[in-house]
């Protein structure tokens, strides 16, 4: 009787917690499975049933939708590319500086960068539209891509910093006993070690660039925007009978973060143990 009561007591906690999780995991799940649908649905059976798929597919519903936004996805691919690139650049080199290299004002320099961390970007949001727009890049991809070389690269720097100071200072002496100057234990060294974490810190920055709405549309004309403000642009009066199409773009639109996280999760989960580790 007394084990009984014990699994009950048990049971029933265990119970419950995996009804939330599971009531939890289809809230989070059916959205996108109606996306979905949705989009290899025509207008008719979509105005007939919205919450369940329907025979035949209407593949031509994504082919319909890339030509809408195709323009949007390349100006994406290249903000991600260039801006990430030059984050990835200024903050692993700003991270190992102010940890492995020795200089006067090292930490005030983080506690700044750290600091920076504690505003919310849309209070600046205003000075930095009047900035580029002063700088003559409104409407150029560039007002884009400079914010992530500049105040995009406070959170690298931290995430590296802390990666970068779990590595042993005997691997950078022993490299500068063979005569390697800063800039080669920085490229021979750190970079190679720290590829798990930057993956991590590329996926995080290609989410915000994919998902980046409200500067795109303050900064740029239409023919310029990203994906999100486009998406938004293009189907923000679309009638009822062509909703297949505006959920095909959101579906197409979904297809190259998917595709980046399935095939780079192994990396995207190694970073984020390791820097978890060491910070």
């Known amino acids: ?4 009561k014990t699994k009950m007591r048990k049971f029933i906690p265990q119970f419950f917690l995996h009804l939330i999780m ?8 059916y959205p996108l499975l109606m996306m979905i649908f949705g989009t290899f649905k025509s207008g008719t059976e979509y105005n007939a049933n919205k919450w369940l798929p329907a025979l035949p597919l209407r593949i031509t519903n994504v082919s319909d939708a890339f030509v809408q936004i195709d323009s ?4 994406t691919v290249f903000v991600a590319v260039v801006g990430i690139g030059g984050l990835i650049f200024i903050a692993s080199m700003a991270a190992f500086a102010m940890t492995k290299l020795k200089f006067v004002g090292s930490s005030v320099c983080f506690a700044m960068i750290m600091a920076l961390t504690m505003m919310p970007g849309v209070l600046s949001m205003t000075s930095q539209f009047l900035l580029y727009q002063g700088l003559g890049l409104q409407n150029s991809l560039f007002a884009l891509i ?11 720097v931290f995430l590296l910093k802390g990666f970068y100071g779990g590595l042993p200072n005997e691997l950078f002496e022993a490299a500068e006993l063979d005569g390697a100057g800063s800039f080669q234990k ?5 970079i190679p070690l720290s590829l798990p974490i930057i993956a991590t810190l590329v996926i995080m920055q290609i989410t915000n ?7 795109p549309r303050l900064i740029l004309n239409s023919e310029n925007y990203t994906i999100a403000a486009g998406l938004a642009f293009s189907f923000e009066t679309v009638s009822t009978i062509a909703q297949p199409i505006k959920f095909a773009g959101y579906f197409v639109a979904s297809i190259p973060v998917v595709l980046l996280f399935i095939f780079f999760n ?14």
Do not use: H, Q
């Open 186 to 190: 920085y490229v021979l060294i750190a």
């Open 209 to 215: 660039v994919w998902n980046d709405l409200l500067w």
């Open 266 to 279: 192994r990396f995207y989960v190694e970073g984020l143990a390791s820097s978890g580790i060491k910070l």
């Open 146 to 156: 400079l914010p992530m070389w500049t105040s995009g690269c406070v959170f690298g």
């Open 72 to 75: 949007y996805l390349w100006n």
């Open 1 to 4: 009787m007394i084990k009984i």
């Open 22 to 29: 599971i009531v939890s995991l289809f809230m989070v799940l």
